[in-house]
Nanobody, 123 residues
Framework: QVQLVESGGGVVKAGDSAKLSCVAS????????MSWFRQAPGKEREFAAA????????VYADSVKGRFIISRDNAKNTIYLETNNLKPEDTAVYYC????????????????WGQGTQVTVSS
């Protein structure tokens, strides 16, 4: 079992930045790929960014590439999402997930979810 606790959301203005944190706990954390998803009002949940606990590989959705940065602090079991140059369309609940690789489907998929943290961007 993995527990994920997000923090760092709030109300910001367009063009501002916000840094989200996700503290992970549980067994065998390092087998998971850690990711951030988001869900805007009235829309489906979508992938934003992902990182592994080892190495330098990161993955970003086109919608956030160049503006968001995902990082980690292994000593603190914490994943971060630095969101820069925020736009009103970035308004969403941001979820931290621990993903496992589905060998049959050939893709990573969330197995554990945090409770989410709200980011609201005003114009």
């Amino acid at each position: 079992q993995v527990q994920l606790v997000e923090s760092g959301g709030g109300v910001v203005k367009a063009g501002d930045s916000a840094k989200l944190s996700c503290v992970a706990s549980g067994a065998r954390l390092y087998v998971f790929r850690m990711s951030w998803f988001r869900q805007a009002p009235g829309k489906e949940r979508e992938f934003a960014a992902a990182i592994f606990w080892t190495g330098t590989n990161t993955v970003y959705a086109d919608s956030v590439k160049g503006r968001f940065i995902i990082s980690r602090d292994n000593a603190k079991n914490t994943i971060y999402l630095e969101t820069n140059n925020l736009k009103p369309e970035d308004t969403a609940v941001y979820y931290c997930t621990a993903e496992i690789y589905n060998t049959s489907g050939g893709a990573w998929a969330p197995k554990y979810w945090g409770q989410g943290t709200q980011v609201t961007v005003s114009s």
